[in-house]
Structures are given as C-alpha cells and as structure tokens.
C-alpha cells in the first residue's frame, strides 16, 4: 500500500527489531520533504502515537523525498502535527543578481553577501536511507560513517543564525 507523505505526518523510523525512533514531515515543497528526526528512541511502536513532538529533541533533518514513507517502511502513525516550531534550513542560492538566502519553503528570499553566504550551504537533499542510517548510527546501531555529519539540526539552526550576522 503506497502513502503519500504529507507535512505534519509524524512516522516511526526502525532501528532494530526492538526499538523506533520517530520523525516528522516538518514541511512539503512540491515533492520535496523536510525530514526532522528525534533523539528518543521507543521500544514499543504504539507509544510514538501518543507522543507530544513538541516534547521530543531534535537531532537530525534534511530535505529528501518519501521513499520510506510511500512503501510503508516508515510507519505514519499520526497526521496533521503542527510542526511550525521546527527550525527549518536556511540556503544560499546562486542567481543572476547575485547570492541569496531561501528557506526550504522558499518564502523567505534575502540578497546575501559573501560573508553570510560562506555560512551557509547550497539545498541538497538525501535518499531517506541515509536518514535511517544515521539515526540507527546516532543510537549505536550502526557505524557513523562522516557523511552523517551534515545532518545535524544544529546545523538548520546555525543555518538561520547565520542570515542574522548581517540582519539581525
């Protein structure tokens, strides 16, 4: 049976035969995902659809495409979260007018200079997998291979942090 993911869909990630993690479609462009996955960990998959997102900790994000989610390996277990209070990234952009700064929902667009845009990075998404990968690597699961490294959420935050050297 195929999904079809929508922002707001809160979904359990496997990590072993015994545990989940979970994660949320924090935002939707066209057929692009904003991931957001948690630190906590569950070892009983119905309790992930009691949980309260806005008790969970972030710990990885990216944008990606639904994958996991259309084939039913990453379980939705809720949907319509609201999910504003999640940080989402900020990137820089290449046009002809020069460097800008856009949000993943590309409702934030801002002229940048050189400065700002070497803090930040250009959009890039990730294969699903690799969000699952590191999760299970995050939980000792799984080797963290250095690939991982730039799926931080402490780097969405930076990201936005860095738009403020010059605005804020």
């Keep these: 049976m195929s999904v079809t993911a929508k922002a707001g869909d809160l979904f359990a ?14 935002r939707k462009w066209k057929s692009e995902l904003y991931l957001v996955l948690f630190e906590e960990k569950f ?3 119905e309790k992930i659809r009691t949980v309260q997102v806005e008790g969970l900790t972030p710990c990885l ?3 990606s495409l639904d994958a ?18 999640l940080v989402q990234p900020i990137y820089k952009v290449e046009e002809a007018s020069g460097m800008i ?18 803090h930040l990075s250009y959009r890039k998404g990730v294969a699903p997998v690799r969000l699952e990968n590191a ?6 699961l799984g080797q963290w291979d250095a690939i991982f490294d730039e799926l931080g959420y402490g780097l969405v935050i930076a990201s936005t942090r860095a738009v403020d050297i010059r605005h804020g």
Excluded: C, Q, Y
């Design 43 to 45: 070892d009983d998959l």
């Design 61 to 63: 994000a990216s944008s």
């Design 68 to 85: 996991k989610i259309w084939h039913g390996h990453w379980p939705v277990m809720r949907e319509g979260l609201d999910t504003s209070t």
């Design 101 to 118: 700064a856009e949000s993943f929902d590309r409702k934030f667009r801002l002229p940048i200079d050189a400065n700002v845009a070497n």
């Design 135 to 140: 999760l299970k690597a995050h939980h000792g």
């Design 13 to 26: 990630v496997p990590l072993s035969p015994t545990a989940w993690g979970v994660g949320v479609v924090a």
